[in-house]
């Protein structure tokens, strides 16, 4: 069974850090683009930063540019997500996905991506 499991989420105050990460499990992902979505109450899914298999293209949402930082680790199969100067606005359930039709050009479209994670929430307090 092909699985995306996510960790590391929590609660912070506005300005705070958290490191997510994603590990596959059933298929290897290696060699595929991976991505990070999130969803917050009431609003639609929506992308916030993907990377290429190799980690040399990686591509973010307006909003965490400069304060979120994508990276993988292949040989684990993983993909990580670095959340600094965390606001309010951040506050969502973030999920990591795998688009398996690409590994080299990054997209930024929910209909891309083939597997999801479960989600972790992140809440960030004013």
């Known amino acids: 069974q092909v699985q995306l499991v996510e960790s590391g989420g929590g609660s912070v105050q506005a300005g705070g850090s958290l490191r997510l990460s994603c590990e596959a499990s059933g298929r290897t992902f290696s060699r595929n683009v991976k991505g990070w979505f999130r969803q917050a109450p009431g609003k639609e899914r929506e992308f916030v930063a993907a990377?290429?298999?190799?980690?040399?293209?990686?591509s973010y949402a307006d909003s965490v540019k400069g304060r979120f930082t994508i990276s993988r680790d292949n040989a684990k199969d993983a993909v990580y997500l670095q959340m600094n100067s965390l606001k309010p606005e951040d506050t969502a359930v973030y999920y990591c996905?795998?688009?398996?039709?690409?590994?080299?050009?990054?997209?930024?479209?929910?209909?891309?991506?083939?597997?999801w994670g479960q989600g972790t929430q992140v809440t960030v307090s004013s």
């Open positions: 990377i290429n298999w190799l980690g040399g293209i990686t």
């Open positions: 996905a795998v688009d398996v039709h690409n590994g080299l050009g990054v997209f930024r479209m929910v209909r891309n991506y083939d597997y």
